[in-house]
């Protein structure tokens, strides 16, 4: 079925990507595997080109477009490109709209025109050792002292954690308040007390840096506080939580895509007893479901995207499209090894590293399980 979500501006945007990958990312990419983290240089010429803050007002250096549509240009390509590494997604559906949206005049200035040109990168650290799933579980505080917040407390499986140079973190500034206790406060590479601990060794995304975040006694100016008042953090979370629940989506049904089209061209060369692995029913038969499954996904994600776009995304929306996409691409690409045979297990074959890199999906942004969890919620018993 034709896909007519796209116009042509977005078209053309996503041949720049493309060059851009192919040129910029993907002969490197490798080599920042071994490294475990991708250089700050090729988020400096990502920015060059346009490709951070499309929502960023222009008066602070970025587009001043409002529209998802190019975000996910960027992030089907990325996943196509296999480049697992690039955090890019994370500082730009999941951050802008807490840059953008919760910061005050002073905030937009100093940080907005680092934030489109790629000298700024972001993160988001919510998950600590002891609470995951469970947010309002979260330990680190922000004790107010006159103008400054002291912060105290641990991070962890934090995306961009190396890189980042303004960490929004999630803090309780009433620990007794509940929900209403939480607070974004931005703490900033070089702050004293802020430090990293270790990049952690994944099953995938080997370029990535997702790291342990430490905050001891770190003293924060109570202008980095996110949001006119203290205790909103919860609800700001909430409120941001469908769009990175989206971008994670539209990253899945574009990964199971690209596996599904390199696996159909597998199967077209690959001889077993004398045919081509096509010519078995089973392999086409289970082919036939895989795309079936793939393309009903990816129009409710494009109908997703529209609704993000016309601000009637709902969190219960975003859900099914969280778990439902994700728990798809890793049958998919299980299915699509198989059908590899032994080569399948190799990584020099990209279903391996699809495999690998795609495991985690169904996990942050929010668990499958809590995802189901939202949906069964809403039904109101
Ligand atoms: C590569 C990677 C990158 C990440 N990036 C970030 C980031 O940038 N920022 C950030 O803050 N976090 C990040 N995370 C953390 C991620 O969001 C959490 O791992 C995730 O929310 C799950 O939390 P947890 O790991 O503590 O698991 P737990 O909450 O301990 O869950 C363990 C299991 O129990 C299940 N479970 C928990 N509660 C319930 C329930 N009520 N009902 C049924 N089942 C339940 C879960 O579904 C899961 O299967 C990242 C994680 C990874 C692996």
Redesign the pocket.
């Known amino acids: 079925m034709q896909r007519d979500l796209f116009d042509e501006e977005h078209l053309l945007f996503r041949e720049t990507v493309r060059e851009f990958m192919a040129r910029e990312v993907v002969p490197h990419h490798g080599q920042w595997e071994k490294d475990g983290i991708v250089p700050r240089e090729v988020w400096k010429k990502a920015g060059e080109l346009g490709m951070f803050g499309f929502g960023v007002p222009e008066e602070y250096g970025g587009a001043g477009i409002t529209d998802f549509r190019y975000n996910a240009v960027i992030v089907e390509e990325i996943t196509r490109s296999g480049a697992s590494g690039l955090?890019f997604s994370?500082h730009n559906d999941?951050m802008a709209p807490y840059v953008v949206e919760l910061t005050d005049e002073e905030q937009k200035q100093r940080w907005l025109p680092g934030f489109a040109s790629g000298e700024i990168i972001t993160?988001?650290?919510?998950?600590?050792?002891?609470?995951?799933?469970?947010?309002q579980g979260v330990r680190t505080t922000a004790v107010r002292e006159g103008d400054h917040y002291v912060v105290n407390g641990q991070?962890?499986?934090?995306?961009?954690?190396i890189n980042a140079d303004l960490v929004v973190v999630?803090a309780k500034t009433d620990p007794d308040a509940g929900a209403r206790g939480t607070t974004l406060i931005v703490v900033e590479r070089g702050m004293e007390g802020f430090n990293r601990g270790r990049n952690?060794d994944?099953v995938g995304?080997k370029a990535?840096d997702?790291a342990e975040l430490f905050f001891e006694n770190v003293r924060v100016p109570a202008a980095n506080r996110l949001g006119p008042n203290e205790g909103e953090g919860f609800y700001q979370l909430m409120n941001n939580l469908p769009q990175e629940r989206l971008s994670i989506a539209v990253a899945a049904v574009a990964a199971a895509e690209a596996v599904l089209e390199q696996t159909i061209e597998y199967c077209r060369t690959r001889q077993a007893f004398g045919r081509n692995l096509g010519s078995f029913q089973n392999t086409r038969f289970v082919l036939a479901e895989l795309a079936t499954e793939t393309e009903i996904a990816r129009h409710y994600v494009d109908k997703c995207i529209l609704a993000l776009n016309a601000r009637q995304l709902t969190v219960v929306d975003a859900a099914k499209a969280k778990w439902w996409t994700t728990e798809l691409q890793n049958k998919v690409i299980d299915r699509c090894l198989q059908l590899h045979g032994g080569y399948g297990y190799m990584m020099e074959y990209p279903v391996a590293k699809a495999w690998l890199d795609g495991r985690?999906q169904t996990?942050?942004?929010?668990?499958?399980?809590?995802m189901?969890?939202i949906i069964g919620r809403s039904f109101d018993f």
């Open positions: 955090g994370l999941v993160a988001i650290a919510m998950t600590e050792p002891g609470a995951g799933s469970d947010l991070k962890t499986f934090i995306t961009n954690g999630v952690l994944k995304m990535q997702t985690v996990i942050y942004g929010g668990t499958t399980e809590i189901k969890e």
